[in-house]
């Protein structure tokens, strides 16, 4: 390792008492490098800038310890945001090489929490440029072995807590300025300041890791804050609140310190940012559920007013930690881990895109083993009330409540496992868990663990993984089945068995006899999914899981006549019974479907196909990226044979991924924020390769324009990414051809514009045609230039000449959303996004543009206005007003700072109001009401295929709207929406003004 004693010559004045404990004499693994010539690249780069400065004295310290090099390099080539750090200032990092890390990361932490700055932007760079030392500190520390785990995740939940010490003083500080606070102590405002911050999660048990959001609880005591003059507490602490958030998460220049979430406050979707001592007690006391419990086992005060939050706690100990043994709470917190395991990757252990948090195995496992344990135990032994994981498994030992071979197993598995996730995260600083599926991905982790290679690295997950799991399942393996709970369910005979028609009537079915009849009809053979005695006999075996699921939707009889009626279409039945008896979990996903989703239920039974995704593996994984889509369509193309079969298999690649998009949105795991862009991910990518399919289809007769370039520009929903499961594709397409180019070059040639018209008449076909498997997407057109008049391919010429002279305001206000999806060639489509740029940033008058936006508004509420608060579009107040609001102020704005512009209307508030266009009030009035009907919307558009009337709907439809909105019950959601319709119509009339038909313009 190099002969520390003599650099004590070569460290800064100072540092020679360090030498021996500095961290570049203390290189226990040199990680081999993926690729050894470009990390030693980096490391040249690293030596020349500056030869007689830090880049000079890195050289020297490379040359008097051998071992540095080999461990830069390897760590250049294997973590690209560690090199990044490293490269960023040569100076810090011989400062952090030629320092003991425990030393050097208390002193970080304790200038964290002792910033000072004058200006809420400076307290922000301060704190980022600390993390960033932080973050090098503890990686370089973590892959030479000179710290340990247990270092490594205090020393980040530490830095935690010191930004958020100094952010609060901050805010505290000027609230106290401006005469609406007054501290006990200025210099130190957040003592008796009544405002508590729990932190909750990995924080609270101080076990961060990386890239770890920090979940916290704001709170504060009426009874004790020091609010002065006018101000009053609710207002002022909410407001600070999201103050502390953007000061902790907002990404700048210098990155974000802590992604932070609120969201494990009581009931997130209805209470402010930050409650009430009295508010959060009392919903503890009356509304708080199992999984809260658990939750807070690892809650604890870190910043703000540490008393009032010990305070706190020591007053909902009694809801946490219970007298007695607590085994029903187990219950609880064993159908939260059987969701996880249902929905994020548990179908086998692997390595190759394994969740090592979540996968089966993984670390929450292991959390999950000792909480669950705790709070059965808790109440009555107050040391096994411990935060940290490790920790709790000592006493755990103790206690006798596991043997010492079971501690060991689990506290070696815990440290390995969180060294891979702290791996995968140095990578590029990504907030995941997922090992990477490509096999230089896995050698980058294995190589920054020390390992020689993927092989023994592969070995020691498996082991620790399977561990880990026969640990987790034997603490369970008693758990009673599903079947032990209902009574007689007998379908054999002419008669139905009275029992069993008992049991149905019990369990939930209105009409138990027509049930058995159903359930008798499968066993009669009528279906080629029941034709074989050995699926019937699968089938029997399904029965009281089958029965129990559909039972636990909120109509089972409509639930078992959409299963029949999937049956009925079903090939073959032997495979999917057998995986639904030995997976439950799925046919809940099924049952939920046919009794919650209607329209999707309506899908299963028409194109069964779309449940061979739900059976893949895969599907347990992440939503699909761009890329995933793109890599599975090409591949299913691939297998194409002929241009129409490649028509067939996209429609059903397309179908099966708007199954899947819809499933994950019912069963809670792709929030409904999300649906509409995942829609548009997978959308453009099928236009994409539908349209090279189609260019290559029309050039088999008609050949290509030579020079001709082709683009297609998404509008509407799919070009600002907000699309729904019923949306149309408002397409336009442009072309253009050089002028000396008259037609085609193929055996039958066609003038240049007729080529490109014949061109978008056959993706319109490919797209909206339907064929044996359906159809893709219903396909508009008529958002090009004079619409269903004009040529149905546009010349970008003409285009840009119709934009820029004879475009309505309408025209330019839909071209706000517009995006290339598809085109020959980049450089065109940089051309078409910079034109669109140009001709959206031209000089507006606002008072002019404002008439036009309103008379717009007006002449659409003529012709489609209603007064029913389930039409979220076009309702007074509803999306067409804030959309068109964001349009406006785009429009009027753009001019003066062209970064307000984009396609989707969050993202334009957002700009819009960090550009200072738009007043933060507005701001956020604007989008949380957009949030709210985006995600009814998705719900709807998911769930039912007609009009939504609440009275007709299935409860499952109206519980996954609750769900989505944050809301206690269908009738709160009803109140809040009216109220949330009458705001935005008013912020409507405010900001643009009042919706009435003036004299349009151009």
């Excluded at 949030?931 to 439809?957: C, H, I, N």
């Amino acid at each position: 390792m190099g002969d520390s004693q003599s650099l004590k010559h070569h460290v800064p004045e100072g540092r020679q008492g360090l030498a021996v404990d500095m961290l570049a004499s203390r290189l226990d693994v040199l990680p081999k490098a993926v690729d050894p010539d470009r990390g030693a690249l980096f490391l040249s780069d690293l030596f020349e800038e500056d030869p007689v400065g830090a880049s000079g004295r890195l050289a020297d310290l490379c040359a008097q310890v051998p071992a540095l090099k080999p461990f830069l390099t390897g760590v250049f080539s294997d973590t690209p945001y560690l090199r990044d750090l490293a490269l960023g200032s040569r100076e810090r990092l011989f400062d952090i090489l030629t320092d003991a890390p425990e030393t050097r990361l208390q002193r970080v932490i304790e200038t964290a929490r002792e910033t000072r700055a004058p200006s809420e932007a400076e307290l922000m760079r301060d704190l980022r440029l600390l993390k960033q030392d932080l973050a090098l500190t503890l990686g370089l520390a973590d892959i030479a072995g000179a710290i340990d785990l247990d270092c490594i995740t205090k020393s980040l939940a530490d830095f935690a807590d010191a930004a958020l010490t100094a952010a609060i003083r901050f805010c505290l500080s000027e609230l106290a300025s401006w005469g609406k606070f007054a501290p006990d102590n200025p210099e130190c405002p957040e003592l008796n300041s009544g405002f508590i911050v729990l932190a909750m999660g990995k924080h609270g048990a101080r076990e961060l890791n990386y890239s770890s959001d920090i979940d916290l609880i704001i709170l504060y005591d009426p009874a004790i804050t020091p609010v002065t003059g006018s101000a009053e507490a609710p207002v002022e602490f909410v407001r600070m609140t999201r103050r502390l958030v953007k000061i902790m998460q907002e990404r700048t220049a210098d990155g974000y310190i802590f992604r932070t979430d609120l969201r494990l406050r009581p009931d997130p979707g209805a209470t402010p940012l930050a409650m009430s001592v009295p508010a959060a007690l009392s919903y503890y006391e009356s509304l708080g559920q199992n999984w809260e419990r658990a939750a807070l086992i690892k809650a604890r005060p870190c910043a703000g007013d540490i008393p009032a939050g010990r305070a706190f706690l020591k007053e909902i100990a009694p809801f946490i930690w219970r007298k007695y043994l607590d085994f029903a709470a187990i219950a609880d917190v064993q159908s939260i881990k059987r969701q996880i395991h249902m929905h994020k990757g548990h179908g086998k252990i692997a390595v190759a895109g394994h969740n090592v948090k979540l996968g089966r195995g993984g670390i929450r496992e292991v959390e999950f083993f000792v909480q669950t344990q705790q709070l059965i135990a808790g109440g009555r032994n107050p040391e096994l009330r411990g935060r940290r994981t490790l920790d709790m498994l000592d006493v755990l030992l103790d206690h006798g409540w596991i043997t010492q071979r079971v501690r060991d197993d689990l506290r070696q598995a815990y440290v390995f496992l969180r060294n891979v996730e702290h791996r995968i995260q140095m990578l590029n600083d990504e907030q995941t868990q997922l090992l990477p599926k490509d096999e230089k991905g896995l050698l980058r982790v294995a190589y920054l663990l020390g390992f020689d290679g993927l092989a023994p690295f592969e070995e020691a997950l498996v082991h620790h993984l399977k561990l880990v799991q026969r640990h987790y399942g034997e603490l369970f393996e008693d758990e009673p089945g599903l079947s032990s709970e209902l009574g007689n369910l007998v379908f054999t005979g002419d008669d139905h068995d009275p029992d069993t028609l008992e049991t149905l009537a019990r369990l939930g079915y209105k009409q138990p006899s027509e049930a058995a009849g159903i359930i008798k009809s499968w066993h009669y053979g009528r279906y080629a999914s029941v034709r074989t005695a050995r699926s019937r006999e699968c089938l029997t075996e399904l029965h009281p899981v089958l029965v129990g699921a559909l039972a636990a939707t909120d109509n089972a009889d409509a639930a078992l006549r959409s299963f029949d009626s999937f049956l009925a279409k079903l090939p073959a039945g032997v495979q999917l019974f057998t995986l639904l008896r030995s997976n439950p979990q799925l046919l809940n996903l099924l049952a939920t479907v046919m009794g919650s989703a209607p329209r999707m239920a309506d899908t299963v039974s028409r194109r069964v196909h779309v449940l061979d995704s739900v059976l893949d593996p895969a599907f347990f994984g992440a939503m699909p990226s761009v890329g995933e889509f793109r890599q599975g369509l090409d591949r299913t193309l691939g297998e194409a044979r002929f241009y129409e079969d490649a028509l067939d298999r996209a429609r059903i690649f397309t179908q099966e991924q708007q199954f899947l998009i819809g499933l994950r949105l019912i069963s809670d795991t792709l929030s409904a924020d999300k649906v509409g862009f995942a829609l548009a991910r997978l959308a453009e990518v099928v236009v994409d390769r539908i349209l090279t399919r189609v260019i290559d289809h029309v050039g088999e007769t008609h050949g290509f324009v030579p020079g001709g370039e082709v683009a297609v520009l998404a509008m509407g929903k799919l070009g600002g990414r907000e699309m729904t499961a019923a949306s149309d594709l408002d397409l336009i397409l442009l072309y253009e051809a050089p002028t000396e180019v008259k037609e085609s070059d193929g055996r039958r040639p066609l003038a240049v514009s007729q080529y490109f018209t014949r061109l978008t008449q056959r993706l319109v076909a490919a797209l909206s045609a339907p064929t044996a498997e359906g159809c893709l997407y219903e396909v508009d057109f008529r958002l090009r230039p004079s619409g269903n008049a004009g040529p149905l391919a546009t010349n970008i010429a003409g285009f840009e000449a119709y934009q820029c002279s004879s475009a309505w305001v309408w025209e330019h206000m839909a071209l706000t959303r517009a995006r290339v999806i598809a085109s020959t060639s980049t450089e065109f489509k940089n051309r078409i996004a910079a034109m669109m740029a140009d001709i959206l940033s031209a000089p507006r008058k606002s008072g002019p543009l404002a008439d036009d936006v309103r008379s717009m508004r007006a002449r659409i509420e003529k012709e489609k206005g209603t007064k029913e608060i389930w039409d979220l579009k076009q309702v007074a107040g509803g999306l067409i007003d804030i959309e068109f609001i964001a349009q406006f102020f785009q429009l009027a704005h753009a001019n003066e700072a062209h970064g307000v512009l984009n396609q989707s209307t969050e993202t334009a508030l957002e700009k819009l109001r960090d550009a200072g266009f738009l007043a933060s009030g507005d701001a956020d009035l604007l989008l949380k009401a957009l949030g709210l009907y985006q995600r009814l919307t998705q719900v709807l558009r998911m769930a039912l295929s007609g009009p939504f009337k609440p009275e007709d709907a299935p409860r499952g439809v109206l519980d996954l709207l609750t769900q989505a909105a944050g809301v206690p019950n269908f009738q709160h959601l009803e109140l809040e929406l009216a109220e949330t319709q009458a705001v935005i119509r008013k912020a409507f009339v405010r900001l643009v003004g009042p919706v009435e038909a003036v004299e349009p313009g151009k």
